[in-house]
């Protein structure tokens, strides 16, 4: 069974620059498609960013465009998402999640086509 904890988030000051980890056990990072999603109070989860199990593919929405970056670090089995030139509207629970390896090795963003969750970390950029 694979389990997923996230950890990094906290309180980050408009403009700066944060990272959040998820570490993976269970499993095989190499072998997994994973994601980030965050929700913030009253709103439904939404995708944030993804990467393909072999880690050659990304997809980010248009509102973290150029801003996050996702990467994957096989050797801790850990997957990292870096945050910079926040803003307030970053504010959320950010969840990652995971899914086995697709046959086509692709980067989905609907939260129906992963199997896995950790429990989420919150994310509070203030002004």
């Known amino acids: 069974q694979v389990q997923l904890v996230e950890s990094g988030g906290g309180l980050v000051q408009v403009g700066a620059s944060s990272t959040l980890s998820c570490a993976v056990s269970?499993?095989?990072?190499?072998?997994?498609?994973m994601g980030w999603f965050r929700q913030a109070p009253g709103n439904q989860r939404e995708f944030v960013a993804g990467?393909?199990?072999?880690?050659?593919?990304?997809y980010y929405t248009h509102t973290v465009k150029g801003r996050f970056f996702l990467s994957k670090d096989n050797a801790k089995n850990t997957l990292l998402l870096r945050m910079i030139t926040v803003k307030s509207e970053d504010t959320a629970v950010y969840y990652c999640?995971?899914?086995?390896?697709?046959?086509?090795?692709?980067?989905?963003?609907?939260?129906?086509?992963?199997?896995?969750w950790g429990q989420g970390t919150q994310v509070t950029v203030s002004s």
């Open positions: 999640a995971a899914r086995p390896r697709s046959p086509s090795n692709s980067v989905t963003i609907e939260t129906s086509t992963y199997d896995y």
């Open positions: 269970g499993g095989t990072l190499s072998s997994l498609g």
């Open positions: 990467i393909n199990a072999d880690g050659d593919r990304s």
